[in-house]
């Protein structure tokens, strides 16, 4: 195993693409609060009243004065303005996609890139949604700035830890009322569709998998927590699996990543020592895959060497405290360089 770290001029364009990415989203957020919608006039019984449109629903919000006069030239220069940026932005990101596709810094596979944008887009990640599994690896890198082993972050699907205990937002039941997390995936890749109603695994026609799992809940007959984003009966479900409420208590990391096109997305995950001390418990269970025990030991090793050497995070028992004793004693194995 090996880390390869980011010469001068990559840390550079890394970080320049992360600082205009962090500014678009940004803006895109500031369009999307204060400047969704349109405004208009409209005569109703001889007097003229401003309308706010918003969807389908249009308020308003008084009869023409000078302060509605102003409300509405605020609105509509502050939407051009925001409109403008973002498009100067989006020009700046298109500018140095190529140049980060030559100098090897998109590594996230674009497909994972494009679910994570929706899941962002739709008020999911980072929320109700966490990145675990290889895919993490990706984040714990570009926050060392070093890149892992392409064997160990290679990976055909990506699993999406489901934090059951999180309510939804008014504005994301709106946004998955209609088309469930399974529409939300059908965005990014309209191919996708489950192996069977309700089930926690979805595909698209090139066989890239997405995963929904969920902690598995203590007492099934008490238990009260959803088990899947949405109502309807066709969405995804996710799957109940022991261990992962230690990792839904964890600590959780961000990083701005860059996919394989060299475009940058926003990905949520677990503590890089919870994952490290997770992989290496995995690994010792009887019931796992004889294939799946080594992969686990190494990335549980890279993973705990980024989270020590790189990022200074020590595994000390404070912030490790929702972890069980059993994994706790692990941290001797996922340290060991043998």
């Keep these: 195993m090996s880390l390869n770290s980011l010469n001068g001029n990559q840390r550079r364009q890394l970080i320049d693409t992360q600082q205009v990415f962090e500014t678009w989203r940004a803006t895109n957020t500031e369009r999307n609060r204060r400047f969704l919608g349109s405004m208009r006039w409209a005569r109703r019984n001889d007097t003229e009243y401003l309308l706010r449109k918003i969807k389908s629903h249009e308020t308003s919000l008084g009869p023409r004065s000078s302060k509605t006069e102003k409300t509405y030239d605020a609105f509509i220069r502050g939407r051009d303005e925001n409109t403008e940026r973002l498009s100067n932005l989006a020009s700046r990101l298109d500018e140095f996609a190529p140049i980060n596709r030559a100098m090897g810094l998109g ?113 099934v007959f008490r238990d009260r927590s959803p088990s899947a984003i949405s109502h309807l009966p066709e969405d995804m479900e996710g799957a109940p699996i022991f261990g992962l409420t230690w990792l839904v208590n964890a600590p959780k990391i961000e990083a701005i990543v860059l996919d394989e096109k060299g475009y940058p997305v926003r990905l949520v995950a677990i503590d890089p020592r919870v994952f490290a001390l997770h992989k290496a418990w995995l690994s010792s269970r009887d019931d796992r895959e004889p294939l799946k025990k080594k992969r686990d030991i190494d990335q549980a090793k890279i993973a705990a060497e980024i989270a020590v050497k790189y990022l200074q995070l020590p595994f000390e028992p404070a912030p490790l405290s929702a972890l069980p004793a059993a994994l706790r004693n692990l941290t001797a194995t996922v340290s060991s360089k043998d």
Excluded at 114 to 127: T, V
Excluded at 168 to 179: E, G, M, Q, T
């Design 107 to 219: 590594r996230l596979p674009v497909i994972a890139a494009q679910i994570l944008r929706k899941c962002d887009d739709a008020g999911l990640l980072g929320e109700q949604l966490f990145v675990v599994g290889t895919n993490a690896l990706f984040a714990y890198e570009v926050l060392a700035g070093a890149f892992i082993e392409s064997d160990l972050v290679a990976s055909g699907d990506i699993d999406l830890l489901y934090d059951t205990s999180r309510s939804l937002s008014v504005a994301v039941n709106d946004n998955i009322r209609n088309a469930g997390f399974l529409g939300i995936l059908k965005e990014a890749d309209k191919s996708f569709a489950l192996f069977r109603p309700r089930g926690y695994r979805a595909a698209n026609s090139d066989g890239y998998f997405v995963d929904l799992i969920r902690p598995e809940p203590k007492d």
